[in-house]
Nanobody
Framework: QVQLVESGGGLVQAGGSLRLSCAASGRTFSSYAMGWFRQAPGKEREFVAAINWSGSTPDYADSVKGRFTMSRDNAKNTVYLQMNVLKPEDTAVYYC?????????????????WGQGTQVTVSS
């Protein structure tokens, strides 16, 4: 069982930056691939970024490539999402998720555990 707690969301102007964090419980954090997803009102939850157990070569959705960076610190049981050049269309609830496997996946159904989400609002 893994429990995930996101933090770092908030209100920011377009062009600004935010850094999301996701703290995980448990002693086997490094055996999980991790992902970030987001869900805007009235829309389905969508993939944002994913990272494998070692933190190498993260995957990104095309809509955030070049602006978002995902990383992890296995010693701290934490993953991060650095979001730069934010746009109003990035407004959503952002969720952290854990996949019971070493290699990253990009689908919602591929994840076993989810956090409660953190709101990100980008004003124009």
């Amino acid at each position: 069982q893994v429990q995930l707690v996101e933090s770092g969301g908030g209100l920011v102007q377009a062009g600004g930056s935010l850094r999301l964090s996701c703290a995980a419980s448990g002693r086997t954090f490094s055996s999980y691939a991790m992902g970030w997803f987001r869900q805007a009102p009235g829309k389905e939850r969508e993939f944002v970024a994913a990272i494998n157990w070692s933190g190498s070569t993260p995957d990104y959705a095309d809509s955030v490539k070049g602006r978002f960076t995902m990383s992890r610190d296995n010693a701290k049981n934490t993953v991060y999402l650095q979001m730069n050049v934010l746009k109003p269309e990035d407004t959503a609830v952002y969720y952290c998720a854990a996949h019971r496997g070493l290699w990253s996946v990009t689908t919602v159904n591929g994840y076993n555990y989810w956090g409660q989400g953190t709101q990100v609002t980008v004003s124009s």
